[in-house]
């Protein structure tokens, strides 16, 4: 039976690992699997409810890691082997990430709380549902069709992260807020923004990755946090099995990544986003579908 559980968050990692960089948007996926392969590894719905919403978040940690060792000699600004100037270029592009962080912080942290006190709902309470991510593929699909249209031909005015201004790096911080509704994809988003920045294909996908670290390091406390205060109010002890998935779901994330990433920074430099954004519309297609047989 566990042998199964693990199959589950085997796949669960794949998936993650794969669509949490690519601009099709790893939540589309994940609602997916979660109707055809929930886990079921003990008996307490509830429980397995808070679980799944934890699961998912936190094994993007995975995903981080790999990002962070792809890019550590990039991210590091205390290697011995770099000189004062390009010490300095990644203490400004940490500034860069920090601000551009600013305006998801506020929104998905102070502004979901607001919401919660006046609406009694959070904004996952809101918008997590079938119907809105599908919504939010199909859109986002025609957007990187159109966009990539325009863009044809015209040359990028930032070709490196070293390049981006704070000001431009706020911008995408706020392009960054809209993978607040299920189903635009983070990545998505920030890469969009990039674009019509004048920042390039690859610049703008590198950065996304660089954003991806505080974004998703405090994602993930906050449902650690509230996973663990959810448990402790119920009185009940964590099935050891739960964290043996949680810990297969990481390490298959990271693995994955580290292949998505380095496939991404390469299709990128010899092919347009177009291709995801018809992508992105089939699966649009195919969770609408699903939501309405089920209605």
């Given at each position: ?38 886990f079921?590894?003990?008996?307490d719905?509830?429980f ?26 990039k991210?590091?600004?205390f290697s011995?082997?770099?000189?004062t ?7 400004s592009?940490w ?6 962080s ?30 809105v991510?599908a ?22 005015r ?6 981006i ?16 509704v ?37 994602a ?9 205060s ?17 810990a ?13 990433i ?23 297609i ?10």
């Amino acid at each position: 039976m566990m042998i199964l559980e693990w199959l589950k968050a085997v796949l669960y990692g794949i998936v993650e690992g794969i669509t949490e960089w690519l601009p099709v948007s790893s939540t589309g996926h994940l609602i997916l699997i979660e109707d055809w392969l929930p886990f079921a590894f003990t008996s307490d719905a509830a429980f397995l409810a808070e679980f799944g919403e934890m699961f998912q978040v936190v094994i993007q940690l995975g995903a981080i890691l790999a990002v962070v060792i792809l890019f550590w000699g990039k991210l590091w600004p205390f290697s011995k082997g770099k000189s004062t100037a390009e010490k300095r270029n990644t203490w400004s592009l940490w500034f860069k990430v920090i601000i551009a962080s600013v305006p998801a912080a506020l929104i998905g942290i102070v502004g979901d709380k607001i919401l919660e006190k006046i609406s009694g709902k959070d904004i996952d309470g809101w918008l997590y549902n079938s119907f809105v991510v599908a919504a939010a593929l199909i859109l986002y699909g025609i957007a990187f069709i159109v966009i990539e249209h325009f863009h044809r031909g015209k040359m990028a005015r930032v070709e490196s992260v070293d390049q981006i201004s704070y000001k431009n790096a706020f911008l995408i911080g706020v392009f960054q807020t809209l993978s607040i509704v299920p189903g635009t994809s983070r990545s998505g988003s920030t890469i969009l923004g990039s674009m019509l920045l004048g920042l390039s294909r690859t610049t703008g996908a590198e950065f996304s990755f660089f954003m991806a670290i505080p974004a998703m390091v405090g994602a993930s406390g906050i449902k650690l946090i509230g996973f663990g205060s959810w448990v402790a109010e119920q009185g009940i002890a964590v099935p050891g099995d739960a964290w043996v998935v949680l810990a297969i779901g990481f390490l298959v994330s990271f693995l994955v990544s580290l292949a998505a990433i380095r496939f991404l920074m390469d299709f990128v430099k010899k092919h347009s986003f177009a291709s995801f954004g018809i992508y992105r519309i089939a699966l649009g297609i195919l969770v609408l579908i699903l939501w309405l047989v089920r209605k």
